[in-house]
């Protein structure tokens, strides 16, 4: 098993950053990917921005430009920096891991962002 723990979330005003971070520990084989979701009161939980074992990346193109995503492979750590924050993007984050030989999908308990316009 392993267990995602995410921390950085805050309250914060429109325009302003915050960085989450994402600490995997437990049974950690290789990673296929880790990303980050995040469901806004009333909405569907959506994809934010996901990495893969590979490098690639992708991003919801509501948070492009705005978002990053990287990860510190020796620390089992995966952060999002959130630049230019907008009301919009208040929500529970989650953070999201898959890895090879391990058919769970693994999920953090999320973290609150909250930004105030």
């Known amino acids: 098993q392993v267990q995602l723990v995410e921390s950085g979330g805050g309250l914060v005003q429109a325009g302003e950053s915050l960085r989450l971070s994402c600490a995997a520990s437990?049974?950690?084989?290789?990673?296929?990917?880790m990303g980050w979701h995040r469901q806004a009161p009333g909405k569907q939980r959506e994809l934010v921005a996901r990495?893969?074992?590979?490098?690639?990346?992708n991003y919801a193109d509501s948070v492009k430009g705005r978002f990053t995503i990287s990860r510190d492979n020796a620390k089992n750590l995966v952060y999002l920096q959130m630049n230019s924050l907008k009301p919009e993007d208040t929500a529970v984050y989650y953070c999201n891991a898959q890895y090879y030989g391990d058919g769970n999908d693994y999920w953090g308990q999320g973290t609150q962002v909250t930004v105030s316009s």
């Open positions: 437990g049974r950690i084989r290789s990673m296929k990917f």
């Open positions: 990495i893969t074992s590979g490098g690639a990346i």
